[in-house]
């Protein structure tokens, strides 16, 4: 029996507002995901018990054993609809690891809706949803891509209206930054303040429906990011890089590393590459456009 390969996007957040540290520890937030094209992708074959294999820069990062979330989330479906978990999961990376876009999620999305495809398990769209909330936060948002709003922990979604196509760069890190590491900090440099709950900005929302560039960048925010440079500044110098280089907006994706920066079209976005490659203040540079659609299985 063949497998079945599933392509997954990576996410940048334009809006990450921050409510309090919660007594489950985790924090409520107002999470505007935005799915860009840069892409795992996830096969799922029979074989005699569960197994994992990567391939792709940093592979030597990513755990081969049952805390990949992509064989958590083989093994949660498995249970769930009285299935053998005896699957190869094989994943090839294009997500930064550790980067703050999602690639440890949009891997468990994708292995979910393989194994359902593969098993035949027939679990529905409501309920793969409910699935993916349970594997992480950012999980349920893989699986739907293009714009949405996440509240609770992030994993409850609206969809979101987005009126056309935004020019990204993203810029990697040298390393990775750890998100329960970052939510911690995040903690420490808020601890004895007021912090309000988290509302979605309305003029973000009108930004992305009417596809408006620098509306959007004038509107994006993320809470995390003085935590990520507390831990990590050098990645100041790489914002500063892009928005010298006429970015229209430059910020930390998520917990960070990955730094994301806006620019108005390709030919800005390519512009700005040059500039942060020439910078030497990341790793790689790549340009990529969104929305992206979310996991779906390929031919
Ligand atoms: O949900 P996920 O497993 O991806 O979360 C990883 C960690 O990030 C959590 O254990 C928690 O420390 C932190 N987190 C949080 N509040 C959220 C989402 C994640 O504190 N809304």
Same mark, same amino acid.
């Given at each position: 029996m063949g497998g079945v390969r599933v392509r997954v996007p990576a996410k940048v957040n334009l809006q990450l507002s921050v409510g309090a540290a919660r007594p489950d520890g985790f924090h409520d937030l107002a999470n505007v995901f935005l799915a860009v094209g840069l892409y795992d992708e996830v096969t799922v074959t029979p074989a005699d018990e569960l197994r994992i294999t990567c391939e792709g820069p940093? *592979?030597?990062?990513?755990?081969?054993?049952? *805390?990949n979330l992509a064989a958590r989330a083989a093994l949660a479906l498995a249970e769930r609809y009285g299935r053998e978990p005896a699957v190869h999961i094989h994943i090839a990376k294009d997500i930064p690891v550790a $980067? $703050?876009?999602a690639g440890g999620s949009a891997d468990g999305a994708a292995a979910l809706l393989a194994c359902n495809t593969l098993w035949n398990a027939g679990a529905s769209r409501v309920e793969l949803l409910g699935l993916c909330a349970e594997l992480g936060s950012d999980v349920p948002f893989s699986l739907v891509g293009g714009a949405a709003l996440g509240t609770g922990r992030g994993e409850r979604l609206t969809a979101l209206e987005i009126g056309g196509t935004f020019h990204w760069v993203l810029a990697t890190a040298v390393r990775g930054l750890s998100t329960p590491a970052v939510f911690r900090e995040f903690d420490r440099l808020t601890a004895g303040r007021d912090i309000p709950e988290p509302v979605v900005s309305r003029t973000l929302l009108d930004a992305l429906a009417k596809a408006d560039p620098d509306a959007l960048a004038a509107a994006v925010s993320n809470d995390l990011q003085p935590a990520a440079l507390s831990l990590f500044p050098e990645l100041a110098h790489t914002l500063e890089a892009g928005r010298a280089a006429g970015a229209l907006t430059a910020l930390i994706s998520g917990s960070g590393p990955t730094a994301a920066f806006l620019t108005r079209d390709l030919k800005g976005a390519l512009t700005v590459a040059e500039a942060l490659r020439a910078s030497k203040t990341c790793r790689t540079v790549r340009t990529t456009t969104a929305p992206a659609p979310g996991a779906q299985a390929m031919a």
């Open positions: 940093d *592979t030597d990062q990513v755990p081969l054993n049952h *805390t $980067g $703050g876009m």
